[in-house]
């Protein structure tokens, strides 16, 4: 299973899915959208968020932690 399907099937149970990128060890949240994957940093102005393919997701990044509430 690839980081990418984790993601996919945290969605469908958990409000948050908090994840790490492997090569930085930045940690912020991801869902999944129209374009692939949207992670959100935490820049209160969203400049350091950004939108990857699902190939680069499971390449690039983990899943750390499935939030129910």
Do not use: Q, W
Not at 5 to 29: M, N, P, S, Y
Not at 39 to 52: E, H, M, N, Q
């Amino acid at each position: 299973m690839t980081e990418y399907d984790r993601l996919v099937l945290a969605e469908k149970t958990c409000h948050t899915i908090e994840v790490r990128e492997k090569a930085t060890g930045k940690e912020g949240v991801a869902n999944t959208c129209e374009d692939g994957v949207r992670v959100f940093y935490g820049a209160d102005d969203g400049s350091d968020d950004k939108t990857v393919s699902p190939e680069t997701f499971s390449r690039d990044f983990e899943v750390i932690a499935e939030i129910e509430h």
